[in-house]
Each structure stands twice: as structure tokens, then as C-alpha cells.
């Protein structure tokens, strides 16, 4: 008999063997130390999809479980973004690069996708931009529901002191 380590050991192994390193991009900026307060939502007029609505309620959720309230007479503005993009794609304005496009490759049954969600609050009496973040991941099995609860939570982590530019990695099954 082997002994019980040794069988957890070679589980863990192989099951870290079938797990794949997800990188969720963010770039933030704003002011550090801004207090919750209320704000409005901007929402589409004509174009809305189920992916934009699922965006669009779990940032309300986040923002409400901070502090911030949903109001007709708010001080802020909030806007919320949702986009989708063949990977083998680069984004670029102005001549420079936004998202690069993915070295990973995909397989003949899988494309891969890069999924990003923007969020932004500005003053609605100046236009100052309070905070903007966004974050973007590639998957290649996922659909963009099953990603934006991840990429809500990445793009809110550092509302209030925003960082900048950084990486964060996590193991996910394939």
C-alpha cells in the first residue's frame, strides 16, 4: 500500500498539471482617497446587450458593497464598458499599442478572445476624472459571462488608491 501522501501528492500533481495560469491586466488611475458619494449610471440608449447588463449590475453591486449609492442627483457620473476581441488582434490609438496581440495561440477547436471591462466615475460639475479601470483577460473555452464577475473584482480592487498599471495571476482549471 502506498501511503497517504504520497497518494495526495500524485492527485495535487496532476491536478495542477490540468490547471492553467489565468493573467488579469489592469490599468487604473484616479484620485487616492476618494470617499464613496453617490452617483448616476450611464446607460446606453440604443445598444445594450445581455453581457453589457450583467457588467452593468455587477459594478452597482460592487460599487453599493463600498459605499456608493445609485441617485438622480449625484455628484458623479459612471460609466461602464464591456468589449470583446480576437486575440490574434492588436488594439492600438494614436499609434500606440493599448492591448497587444496574445502570443498564446489558440487550438483548431478554440479561438482565443481577449475580454475587457472599462469603469469610470468623473465629476459631473467639472468632468474630473474621479477614477477609470480597466481589466482584460484572454481565455480561450470561457465566454465573456463567465469572465466579467473576475473582471468586475479586478477593475473596483483598487478604487480609492489606484495603482496604475499591474498583473495579478490565478490557477484555473481548463
Known sequence: MF????IMLTVCTLLSACA???ETRVVSAGVAGAAPTRYIAALPNKISSQEYDIAHNLVATKLADRGYVSAADATLFLQVGVAQRPASLSLTQGGTILSP???KRGSRRCAISEYRLTVALTKIADG????R???SEYHCKLNI???LPRLVDAALADLGKPKGGYVTKRKQAR
Open 101 to 103: 496581440a496574445s502570443a
Open 128 to 131: 474630473a476624472e474621479m477614477y
Open 133 to 135: 479601470a480597466a481589466a
Open 3 to 6: 501511503p497517504a501522501r504520497v
Open 145 to 147: 459571462g463567465a469572465v
Open 20 to 22: 492553467q495560469t489565468v
